[in-house]
């Protein structure tokens, strides 16, 4: 069965400074891994996806994420934080086996000012 | 391009009555995907639809809830005789069902039971 784990409810990072939002994922065969973000109020968003290629997925708003096979995660990046990255951000996981698309719980992510 | 619409965005009900949500996906879509959502908590997932057909309903209540996705028209989350524990917010998301693809997803509907 498809899981994915986002081991942080909460991630507290300076504004300015990188930051890192971990994913970690279980599938039969080969994953396909997205991130989304939620603000207050809103539907989730689409940031970016892995399907294969490049391990280093470039998604909107300056947001990156990194395929590690070895380590099955997909953790989240983003090289200087603002203080409008601040939201609920949710790691998904799916497959050529099971296009069902599985969620994390979420990481709430607070930007310092 | 419109993107995925639901209404209302918020819905009061009082205990007993029926809540119907509304789900238009975007255009070209043919998979819609229902899902729930507490307080400062994570997705869970409902029931997936594509017209005409439920094709995973292992999140959905056994009673009182129901889903359908006609052959024309939006999809519909019907919750019969609703009750406090109802009240949530509920998302609906859709993709055009290829592989690898993304879902989309509408700004929710917040149910308030009274």
């Known amino acids: 069965a498809q899981s994915v784990a986002q081991p942080e409810d909460q991630v507290n990072v300076a504004e300015g400074n990188p930051l890192t939002v971990k994913c970690t994922y279980s599938?039969?065969?080969?994953?396909?891994l997205f991130w989304y973000v939620q603000y207050p109020n809103r539907g989730l968003q689409f940031l970016l996806k892995?399907?294969?290629?490049?391990?280093l997925v470039k998604g909107s708003y300056g947001f990156e994420a990194e395929f590690n096979k070895s380590q099955t995660s997909f953790h989240l990046k983003k090289p200087s934080a603002l203080v409008s990255d601040s939201a609920l951000y949710f790691c998904?996981?799916?497959?050529?086996?099971?296009?069902?698309?599985?969620f994390g719980k979420g990481t709430r992510l607070h930007i310092l000012p | 391009n419109a993107g995925v619409m639901q209404n209302p965005r918020h819905l009061v009900r009082r205990r007993g009555q029926e809540a119907r949500l509304r789900c238009s996906p975007m255009?070209?879509?043919?998979?819609v995907y229902w899902y729930r959502q507490l307080p400062e908590e994570g997705l869970k997932f409902m029931v997936y639809?594509?017209?005409?057909?439920?094709?995973?309903e292992s999140g959905m209540p056994k009673e009182r809830f129901s889903a359908e996705f006609p052959k024309e028209g939006p999809s519909i989350l019907r919750i019969q005789q609703v009750v406090r524990g109802d009240s949530a917010a509920y998302f609906c998301?859709?993709?055009?069902?290829?592989?690898?693809?993304?879902?989309?997803f509408g700004d929710g509907t917040r149910l308030s039971i009274l």
């Open positions: 599938v039969s065969g080969n994953p396909y």
């Open positions: 998904a996981v799916s497959s050529w086996r099971d296009d069902k698309i599985i």
């Open positions: 892995y399907i294969t290629g490049d391990n």
């Open positions: 998301a859709s993709s055009p069902g290829q592989e690898g693809q993304p879902q989309h």
């Open positions: 255009k070209g879509h043919s998979h």
């Open positions: 639809l594509q017209k005409e057909n439920i094709i995973d």
